[in-house]
């Protein structure tokens, strides 16, 4: 495992990287274009990376093992060389290797928390045969608002992630579809943190220790300023609310985020905003 894991309030959060590479010509922007606009001022603070530049993404799932043997996996990562993920991403995923690295397997898991519905954070969900769920003894757990968006999306033509993740866990009868928070397992809660999609959620973990934040933030310069509003976010005016929020709460908790594209899995906030992160 190319990074060691960390406990937060009794539970042990080992960070999994799926996969490291840029976006695929599809999407590939500058990263002034994909964060607040080139013209934003986050790009003329020191220290700032050049906003002409390309972006380097790291993916990255996690594992937590909680109290009592629970086992949530949060996000499942891209999947295989022909996943829904394969247009845009550099598939494929090593979750199943970063997992067996962890000394778990697929079985051991009981909790999967989907972030959100798009195909980086969930095109790992299925087996090779694309039926049979790749976690057998999971749950899926999802907000209601994600899938409903996603259903709608689908009505209209093509999705792939809805007839190639969704619809096969919702055959297995796998999917466990939430509206809001819920505690998951002793000390591991989804709570939902909408912007980015209607109904993208977040897991913490203690009392404000962890907030493994999904895709509330993409980038360290949204951790400078987070009205660099991401270009993909479905809501920009709600994801930055979000990211805002997320970010005052875990700096007066003087806690951790676990991001899922940031290069390093943990950043460790300071008290207050006009402070810079310190990385884990």
């Known amino acids: 495992m190319p990074h060691p894991s960390r406990t937060f309030a009794g539970v042990e959060v080992v960070p999994l990287c799926d996969a490291i590479g840029p976006m695929g010509p599809a999407l590939a922007r500058p990263l002034g274009e994909l964060f607040g606009g080139p013209g934003h001022p986050v790009w003329s603070r020191p220290g700032a990376p050049d906003p002409a530049g ?103 033509g093509a999705a792939p992630v809805h007839s190639r993740v969704v619809a096969p866990l919702r055959a297995a009868g796998r ?43 993409h980038h360290p310069v949204q951790l400078t300023d987070p009205t660099a509003a991401y270009l993909y976010d479905d809501d920009p005016a709600a994801a930055t609310a979000t990211r805002a929020r997320l970010l005052d709460e875990v700096r007066a908790a003087r806690g951790t985020l676990a991001t899922a594209h940031f290069p390093e899995p943990f950043t460790t906030l300071r008290a207050h905003a006009e402070d810079p992160a310190a990385r884990a």
């Open 175 to 217: 999917l466990d579809v939430i509206d809001g928070g819920r505690l998951l397992a002793p000390g591991i809660r989804a709570v939902p943190a909408p912007g980015h999609t209607p109904g993208h959620q977040c897991v913490t973990v203690g009392d404000g220790a962890l907030v493994l934040s999904g895709d509330v933030l």
């Open 54 to 156: 390309a972006w380097l993404l790291h993916f990255h799932c996690y594992l937590l093992l909680g109290p009592g043997g629970r086992t949530v996996l949060v996000d499942t990562g891209l999947g295989g060389s022909d996943s829904p993920a394969a247009a845009w991403a550099p598939v494929p995923g090593r979750l199943l290797e970063e997992l067996a690295a962890a000394g778990a397997a697929p079985e051991d898991v009981d909790t999967v928390v989907l972030t959100h519905l798009h195909s980086d954070h969930v095109s790992g969900s299925l087996a090779p045969d694309g039926v049979t769920p790749a976690f057998p003894a999971a749950r899926y757990v999802v907000q209601r608002a994600e899938l409903e968006q996603l259903d709608a999306q689908a009505a209209k």
